[in-house]
């Protein structure tokens, strides 16, 4: 267990909706981080937010969107959902902003029918 | 950018035998690595990391990795491989960014064991 809690553990869904991913980070951790796993794609890095911070942006498409709230939560959204957003979504925190390892989550397994 | 290459797919090893991950990267900087398992249905888990110093990093579960800088790789070992080592594996390269980080991850690498 790495600290790392993420809800729900499944989602799904139609396409054109709009659902929330939740991320609680390990406790002292400031950094919040989000991935996506894919089969076609791997593990792609989607962005990251530092003490309520957006700090690093990687291919996120405009239909998706984060926050990371005072209490350090994070939560994804993604709307307008197509069939290609079926994927495992990844949250991960660590300590600082930068040169530190990251603790990944347990993932949200999204299906989109 | 940064990169990482893992040019194995799967690998099957029988139980007790030794095991070698491979692992290329590419990065204009001096990298920080990491290697990561995933079970399945389960998130991935740290093994070891390389920040810098000890080329030969030790990790969980008895695996070691060694950064080698001439020729951008950073190989995982273990000397004897038990059947819950079955599992997917991951190099990670992290970039030292301003003021964020991220993790690009290669593509994976599939073990079997066999008994």
């Known amino acids: 267990d790495s600290g790392v809690t993420q809800t729900p553990k499944h989602l799904i869904t139609a396409t054109g909706q709009r659902v929330t991913l939740r991320c609680s980070p390990r406790?002292?951790?400031?950094?919040v981080y989000w991935y996506q796993q894919s089969l076609d794609q791997g593990l792609q890095f989607l962005i990251q937010?530092?003490?309520?911070?957006?700090?690093a942006k990687g291919n996120i498409l405009e239909r998706f969107s984060a926050q990371q709230f005072p209490d350090l939560h994070s939560e994804l959204n993604l709307s307008s959902l197509e069939l290609g957003d079926s994927a495992l979504y990844f949250c991960a925190s660590s300590v600082a902003s930068s040169y530190n390892e990251q603790f990944f989550g347990p993932g949200t397994r999204l299906t989109v029918l | 950018a940064q990169s990482v290459t893992q040019p194995d797919i799967h690998i099957t090893v029988s139980e007790g035998a030794s095991l070698e991950l491979r692992c290329n990267y590419s990065?204009?900087?001096?990298?920080?690595l990491f290697w990561y398992v995933q079970s399945p249905g389960q998130g991935l888990q740290l093994l070891l990391k390389y920040f810098s110093g000890d080329t030969l990093v030790q990790g969980i579960k008895g695996f070691e990795a060694e950064f080698k800088r001439s020729q951008s790789s950073f190989n995982l070992r273990k000397p004897s491989v038990h059947w819950s080592d079955a599992a997917e594996y991951f190099c990670a390269v992290g970039a030292r960014e301003t003021s964020g980080s991220r993790l690009t991850f290669g593509e994976g690498t599939q073990l079997t064991v066999n008994p």
């Open positions: 937010y530092y003490n309520g911070e957006e700090r």
């Open positions: 990065y204009g900087a001096t990298p920080y």
């Open positions: 406790s002292g951790d400031l950094s």
